[in-house]
């Protein structure tokens, strides 16, 4: 499943040019999940992640890839401890799900459902003192921390430990990489770019899966699919085995 390769194959690029702090993943070190949406008031707020106009980025994408090769948090740039002012900042997932096995292999269900949760666990993860904002367009991704969570040791680690807690929920799920970045020389703009393009390829892949005729010539799909190596091939793979099953 490389739809997302393209993107996938240059984000290192795009991070800046510090190392990263690496976490393995370790579900005692999850923050608090409050379990709905909390406000946080300007008086409360320590800092905003991508406040005062700054960038905040957000995408998520699957792939068979190596990329994710282990559930574990990278951090570009500096941590939430570190922060006392509004910051550039950026989320980003892949998400790791078995291989389809060629043309043939058509059991795309494993991938439906890691599709499924990339939006799923975006709108279920509640933080204590870590309020997310998402814009219409849904890929820019701002974040209000509070004093008392920052005061409580807030860390890019332990939120997350906590939204790869929620996606191992799901067994088609193998591996789980979260990378939150902060860094000034990281290409937001660039990040930004692949997010719009991350969200068009989910679409397309949502509605592939959900069953849809495979009418190219009247699909409102096709701009996607002739620009994406594999979507066609997906697409027709699947209807292969409908049409079988009839
Ligand atoms: S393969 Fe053809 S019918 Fe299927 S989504 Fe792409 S353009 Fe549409």
């Not at 993107?7 to 379990?35: A, F, H, M, T």
């Not at 991938?111 to 849904?138: C, E, N, W």
């Not at 088609?172 to 703009?189: G, R, W």
């Not at 692949?194 to 679409?203: C, H, N, V, W």
Request: charged share 30%; glycine share 6%.
């Amino acid at each position: 499943m490389e739809l997302y390769n393209e993107i996938i194959e240059k984000l290192d690029g795009l991070l800046g040019k510090s190392e990263p702090k690496r976490y393995e993943y370790n579900e005692n070190k999850c923050w608090e999940d409050v379990g709905s949406h909390q406000l946080i008031m300007t008086r409360e707020s320590a800092f905003e992640l991508g406040g005062d106009n700054k960038p905040a980025v957000n995408f998520s994408c699957v792939s068979s890839s190596d990329y994710a090769d282990k559930d574990e948090v990278l951090v570009y740039g500096k941590d939430l401890q570190e922060l006392n002012s509004s910051a550039s900042f950026a989320r980003l997932v892949v998400l790791k799900v078995a291989e389809l096995k060629g043309e043939n292999d058509t059991d795309t269900e494993p991938l439906f459902r890691a599709i499924q949760d990339i939006d799923f666990v975006k709108y279920h993860v509640f933080p204590k003192g870590y309020m997310v904002r998402t814009s219409s367009d849904s890929f820019r991704e701002q974040v209000r921390v509070s004093k008392d969570a920052v005061k409580s040791g807030i860390s890019f680690e332990k939120i997350g430990n906590t939204y790869i807690r929620q996606y191992k929920k799901n067994p088609n799920i193998l591996a789980v990489k979260v990378i939150f970045v902060t860094a000034e020389d990281a290409d937001y703009d660039t990040m930004r770019a692949d997010a719009k393009k991350t969200q068009e390829i989910t679409k397309a892949l949502s509605k592939i899966l959900e069953g849809m005729s495979t009418d190219c010539h009247s699909c409102s799909l096709k701009p996607i699919c002739d620009e994406v190596e594999g979507m066609k091939e997906l697409h027709f793979g699947k209807e292969k085995k409908e049409f079988n099953q009839k």
